[in-house]
Structure formats: C-alpha cells, structure tokens
C-alpha cells in the first residue's frame, strides 16, 4: 500500500545544530507539506512543494528550509535549531483532488 | 485571512450517542473542506473530502456536510463507540492549491 514515512520518528538535538527531518511518500502525488503541530496553536504551514525543483514558503518558514529533488522526498532542514522549534512536524502529500495524506510525524526536542 | 474554529473543544458523551462536532470558516470561498481524526501521539488520518460543490459526504457511521454560505461543517457520528475517542480537526483549503487551514480540533471521548 501507498503511504508517507518519517524520520527519525523521535529527535532530541542542542540548540544551534543543524537538524534534517525526512520525508518519504510512495503515493507518486507532487504535491508535499511539511506542518508543526503545537498545543495552542495548532497546525501551521512551513513549507510546501507542488513539483521537482519548485518549493514555497508557507505560514512559519523562518529558520526552516526545504529541498526537492525528487516526487518522492521532501526533506525538512532547520539551520540553526532554536528551542522554540521545538515540536512535533508532520509531512502530508496530497492527490488530484486536494485531499491530504499524513505521515505519522516526527517529536523534534531542542535543548 | 481565513480562520477555521472548532467548537467545542473537548466533548464527553457516553457510548451508543449520536453526536455532532462542528467547524466554521470565515470565507466562504473555500475550495473544499477536510475532517481528520487524530489519536494520540499518532498522524492524522482523513476521514472525509467534501468538495466546494457539495453539500456532504457519508462514509460508514459519519457523515460531514458544508454549507459554504454559512461558512458551517458538520460531522456527525452515529452511534458512538470508545474507538470513536480522538481529537477530530477540519481544515479547509482556500484554493486549489492544497493548502490547508487547520481549526484546533475537538476532542471526544466516548464512555463505555
């Protein structure tokens, strides 16, 4: 079956690393994201992707970049961590229709 | 800017009750609206797709309808089961870009 895989699925780093969350689909679909997900918050947009080589800015992209060099990975670089971005990131891909698929998500901890 | 909330945020019901969660949006022009389901320490698992020119959508025991002039959603659930205990998020996209907006979620438990 098709799905969205992430790594690590935990990851505790120092403040001022360079971190790199992966995302891989097997749903063929061009469309990828990458969200943060905190209490009070919710779920935001940092980055998206609709295609090989083209990459957006989303809601909370500061400090945030990412790559596609390919339909089927779209990985999350953060810089320089900062314990602020400490969260839980979620990678989703979407089909035809807009309808999204989520990966089950990576528990980022920056001390 | 568009703004998704869920109301209420946390809900207790015991089991065998038919229940309603609701979602509402501030622009209406929406190009669809996606309920989720999201258990605990877990991704989020799409429950159902309602397309702009639809009015709902029914899969098992939920069934979700939209009425964009309202900027309302619905998902009701028949029946509930404790399996049914997780929080529940829509979120809308405003265009066909599959970029989504995110309401806070509510979250159900349903009692044995």
């Known amino acids: 079956d098709a799905e969205i895989t992430q790594s690590p699925r935990h990851k505790i780093t120092e403040t001022g690393r360079q971190v790199t969350l992966a995302c891989h689909q097997t749903?063929?679909?061009?469309?990828m994201f990458w969200y943060r997900q905190d209490l009070g918050h919710g779920l935001r947009l940092i980055h998206y992707?609709?295609?090989?080589?083209?990459?957006n800015k989303g809601e909370v992209s500061d400090g945030y970049s990412v790559s596609r060099s390919n339909t089927e990975d779209l990985p999350l670089t953060l810089e320089s961590a900062a314990s602020s971005q400490t969260s839980v990131y979620f990678c989703?891909?979407?089909?035809?229709?807009?309808?999204?698929?989520f990966g089950p998500g990576t528990r980022l901890t920056v001390l | 800017k568009q703004e998704v909330t869920q109301i209420p945020a946390a809900l207790s019901v015991p089991e065998g009750e038919n229940l309603v969660l609701n979602c509402s949006f501030t622009?209406?022009?929406?190009?669809?609206l996606q309920w989720f389901r999201q258990d605990p320490g877990k991704g989020l698992t799409s429950l159902l797709l309602?397309?702009?020119?639809?009015r709902e959508q029914t899969s098992g025991r939920l069934n979700a309808s939209l009425d964009k002039s309202s900027g309302r959603s619905t998902l009701y659930i028949a029946a509930s089961q404790p399996g049914d205990s997780a929080t529940y998020l829509c979120?809308?996209?405003?265009?066909?870009?599959?970029?989504?907006?995110f309401g806070q979620g509510t979250t159900l438990q349903v009692k044995p």
């Open positions: 622009d209406s022009a929406i190009y669809n």
């Open positions: 749903w063929n679909h061009n469309n």
């Open positions: 309602i397309q702009s020119s639809q």
């Open positions: 979120a809308v996209s405003s265009g066909n870009t599959g970029k989504l907006i």
């Open positions: 992707s609709y295609g090989v080589q083209d990459t």
């Open positions: 989703a891909s979407s089909n035809s229709v807009n309808e999204q698929f």
